[in-house]
């Protein structure tokens, strides 16, 4: 039999600079980019004040983890909850329990057939055991017909 290895660690991102993961550089990347817009845009006393929010934020987003699942994970999920909460209504016309308990059940009549022998019953067993896999030999074409 041929053996194969088995990955693991598929959890773990690859690290490219030191400690930083290819994902955590593209959002320090991104948020440089931000940053470096800002200090365009604004005067130099709203861009210390915007630039230490991205810086922040992109660090948040880089490092934190919220159950061992990056945080993007997280907002995403939270956004989705928001989203499609789930709603659940009494539905106050259902039948209570004792109403279905109540329920009279109409049964078919089963015709038992008690001509059968240990092997033909054994055989029936595995039948059901393997949930109808095991067709069972020439036996069970004989019980059929009894």
């Given at each position: 039999m041929q053996q194969y290895t088995v990955p693991q660690f598929i959890d773990v991102e690859a690290k490219i600079?030191?400690?930083?993961?290819?994902?955590?550089?593209?959002?320090f990347l991104g948020a440089a980019l931000l940053i470096f817009i800002c200090y365009k845009v604004f005067d130099f006393g709203l861009f210390l004040v915007v630039g230490i929010f991205i810086f922040i934020v992109s660090g948040i987003f880089a490092f934190l983890k919220v159950n061992g699942r990056p945080f993007h994970y997280f907002v995403l999920n939270l956004l989705q909850t928001f989203k499609k909460p789930a709603i659940r209504v009494w539905n106050h016309r259902q039948p209570s329990f004792e109403a279905k308990e109540n329920k009279e059940f109409k049964?078919?009549?089963?015709?038992?057939?008690?001509?059968?022998?240990?092997?033909?019953?054994?055989e029936l067993s595995l039948i059901v055991d393997t949930k109808g896999k095991y067709k069972g030999e020439n036996d069970i074409q004989n019980i059929k017909n009894l």
């Open positions: 600079i030191g400690p930083i993961t290819t994902r955590q550089f593209l959002i049964f078919e009549e089963v015709v038992v057939n008690k001509n059968l022998n240990k092997s033909q019953l054994a």
